[in-house]
RNA sequence: GGGCCCGUAGCUCAAGCGGAUAGAGCAUCGGAUUUCUAAUCCGAGGGUUGCAGGUUCGAUUCCUGCCGGGCCUACCA
């Protein structure tokens, strides 16, 4: 509602400004004012135009204000300070649409949308860094989905790669398992941490005898070539693995809808199609002689083209790529480089490759939905993938350059508006603070006493596991509950418990902005006070226990009839300068979908962690000012009740959008 | 060497496209009404926004240089 009001402002302005100075101001500038007093916009458009008008900007707002007119739902226009704009709005009217959820249905962009997140090489159990990424991810998709968005959800799976390979390797050379024995192991539960561990160990057997690494390169070549022992025990362990990462993100309620897999790019000879048109458009060269001889190389995304354009900007055919800048895409030997098949597979989103999977049912949720995996041979029906109108890659910030250069690629097929609705989701890294390391048995170097944060290494083993995350945080939460609810059953604590733990923890992953390395502390991640995800769901709690306790529906406080029953009411306790501290909580639940579409605008989650977190102070300290049970007078009791009602339906609803669920008592 | 990112309170982080007195949480200290109340609330202390310039009516935000830190820069994925 807030948002739709901002922009019902801006229009009204462009319109005036057009009309009587002539002036054409595409973005029109709406600020939100610092104090609550100064009205609910702020428009600093007369410093701006007091240069182009030569005149005092307090002067042009003057003359904004007294002849801007009305606007529907706007009360008036004030000139502040030195021609600031402050501008207030018709609390009751908008406080009546938030109470009847009545809100003007918000232009939908059309298309499908595809999210990439979490593609956990399937060779270890999942660690804090890919939680990091999956519930970015998982949480971008909801609020692609809050703003009407169709969207599908993939995970990709690297299944062929070194990494697999060095997994496969440690069973059948360190430990001289049979494929039977692995096929055991893989059904025993977490076999992901007998992956991890043993991953860790086949790192130092590379280390130990370099003439190992030997053993790895064949592997790896067996794997890829497929129909062989080694490739159908690779095979095994990474379904095993992608299947205990399922289960982890599940706990989270993350859930995929397609698991496109390397093997299947690779099989399926997606390359073969790219290949041929990226010789022909010229984005690929051939390097005949220099350090890349014999290779088909790109420019290095992120590098610039510089003056090799011509002027009508597209032909880059035939001008030399430094070595610096050149990105083999095809090895002299006549392999492809993973950045090739990504740019394959990326046509592919697109609809642009003229290929496409074989689908299989992969995993059933508990909640009866499906997800499919990439097969060579697959079903008949199966649901339609791929060929989008836009696409979100969430992958760290370490793989930018990489991202940027499949962009180009595709830039350079002249697929120029897939590229321009290409976004790389990119983060930083979750690593641990010295003191973490140092509790996990990570012995610190003196430099890497004094540093802020030391990285995680799946190679070495070191880092923290997802699952024993979760587990923490659960037992943690269990202990609150246990102390403060005896009353309730075994199986009521244990759901609740849960619910406080995820809540924590996706919380946690999304209080910080996307550039911000995440230094890990059990500490701070284990904490439920102040700025977490139980304090919000705390806040909701409350609301539910006045209801409860009253024995009202808050629904009932929702509704149409609510607006037509207070009416005079509302007006009353809402307005003037008494009215501002309740307003305040009014105008921050009327803000959810506006802070929703800065956040997708913005590819930064963040936001929605904040605004969660404002609302839920803001009513924490309503709760703490206004008793309303016992309120004598009936008409402010249900306004109380009322604004009660909003405030929490719109918390759950912006918990939800993160995917946190609310327990029924904390 | 080149590219990208970061530097804000003791600590961890915010600050929407340049805007009003730079805000939270944690930690510390002091308080909270027989109530829907303590996973909460109120208050206090705590800042040369790394440094130096520039642009601007206005800079944490934009530009330049420097200092410090991180990541990327493989015919690995």
Redesign the pocket.
Known sequence: MYRYLERRLAEHLREFLRRNYGLEIA?????????IE??EY???LA??L??KLRQA?RKIADEIVAGVGAIPGFEKFEV?????I?VRLKRTELALALAADRSPAAEVAPGKVLVEHSSI?PNKAAHIGHLRNAILGDTFVRLLRFAGRDVDVQNYI?N????VADVVVGFLHIEQKTRAQIEALAAAPRFDYVCWDLYARVSHWYEENKSNLQVRAAT?RSIEEGNNEIAAVADLISVAVLKRHLETMDRLDIEYDFLPR?SEILHLHFWDAAFSTLKETGVLTYEAEG?????WVMR?G??SAGKALTTDGAELTGERITE?E???IV???G?????G?DIAYHMWKFGLLGRDFGYRKFYRYPNGHDCWISAVEGEKVHPHFGDVAEIYNVI???????QNTVIEALRGLGHGQAADRYTHF?Y??V?L?PRCAAELGYKLSEEEKA???I?VSGRKGFGVKADDLLDALISS?RQ??D???PELSEAERAG??AQ?AIG?LRYFML?????????F?F??AL??????G??A???VV??S??FR??GFDPAAFCKDEAGEVFTADFSSYLEGESGNDVWELWLAAA?TS??VS?CIA?T?P??LA??A?QL??LF??F?????????ADEGRKKF?LTT?AVVRRELIRILAAMGISV?PV?
């Open positions: 973005n029109i500038v709406v600020e939100q004012p610092p104090k100064f009205g702020a428009l600093p410093f701006e007091a240069k900007p502040a300070g030195g021609g600031y402050n090489n690297d062929t790669g070194v990494q790896l390397e350090k890349n001889a014999g290779c290095r992120g590098t610096e050149q990105k083999v090895r002299s030997n392999t492809v480089g993973y950045v098949k760290d910030a370490r793989q930018s350059e990489a990119s930083e890294m690593a603070t540093r802020s944060w990285e939460a609150e509950v102390g403060r609810h609740i418990a406080i924590a209080k910080f902005t996307k550039p911000s390395v995440i230094a502390d500490k701070d904490s439920f006070e102040g700025d977490t139980p304090y769901q705390y806040a409350r609301a226990n006045i306790k009253g803000k506006y802070v800065q913005t930064e963040a936001y904040k605004h977190f839920a102070q924490n300290t709760y703490h000012r206004y008793p309303i049970l016992s309120e109380l009660t327990p904390m």
